[in-house]
């Protein structure tokens, strides 16, 4: 009876994790499929500074939920015909996929360089540094009030090619360097973009498939995307 029990208690103790194992496993999607649209509106406030006002919409879960929705405000100001400089304020709302959602408030950094190739043919490439608040102002209420937040240095490359007055196709990379308290910083993803910029009379739409991956991870994810933003200039 003893050697039964004790049987007893370790086939228990082997189902529960085994049931534990697939619940995480079941908890986080290793593969995914998501729809980003956006409404970009840019306009010269005055010389030498462009101001931009988007509005997008993530999705997840094969395209069946929202993941976030975004407010950005950003400048622009260039330099010379090469360089220029950029900031960004932007609001999220973070659905989470598997944690409570956050409203959170990110402002980045950027420097750009552009160089024509050949003709039709142009390189660019965007250093980024962001750090983003998580439930900032909703922290500021709490009894403890606890001020989490995490920064990224993105550094994006991309290619430019001029098909027509209509077409520029582009091809881009994105590696994302993650710093986190009390964690050494690593590389947590790499994202990819293949699409078209299509001009017309009443704005433009950028038009392309992403791919991202999770770096450094027992369970990486890749995630698929469809992203279509539409700007209008004034």
Wanted: proline share 2%; aromatic share 18%; net charge positive.
């Amino acid at each position: 009876m003893l050697i039964f029990g004790l049987m007893k208690n370790k086939l228990i103790l082997v189902l529960m994790m085994l049931t534990n194992t697939l619940f995480s496993q079941e908890i986080k999607v290793t593969r995914d499929i998501g729809l980003w649209i956006g409404l970009d509106f840019k306009k010269k406030i005055f010389k030498g500074f462009d101001l931009s006002l988007m509005q997008q919409i993530r999705t997840y879960k094969n395209v069946t939920e929202l993941d976030d929705y975004l407010f950005d405000l950003g400048l622009k100001h260039p330099i010379n015909k090469q360089f220029a400089i950029g900031t960004n304020l932007r609001y999220i709302y973070n659905k989470r996929r598997v944690k409570e959602r956050e409203n959170n408030f990110r402002y980045n950094l950027d420097i750009e360089f552009k160089k024509k190739i050949k003709s039709g043919l142009n390189f660019r490439y965007r250093l980024r540094y962001q750090k983003e608040y998580v439930n900032l102002f909703s922290g500021f209420f709490a009894a403890a009030p606890q001020n989490i937040y995490s920064s990224s240095v993105r550094n994006k490359v991309k290619l430019m090619f001029k098909y027509n007055k209509t077409n520029r196709f582009f091809l881009s990379s994105e590696l994302f360097r993650l710093f986190e308290l009390f964690r050494e910083p690593y590389f947590n993803k790499v994202r990819f973009y293949l699409g078209d910029e299509i001009k017309t009379t009443i704005g433009s739409f950028d038009c392309s498939i992403g791919f991202e991956k999770e770096l450094h991870s027992n369970n990486p994810y890749s995630f698929i995307f469809f992203k279509s933003i539409y700007t209008i200039k004034r």
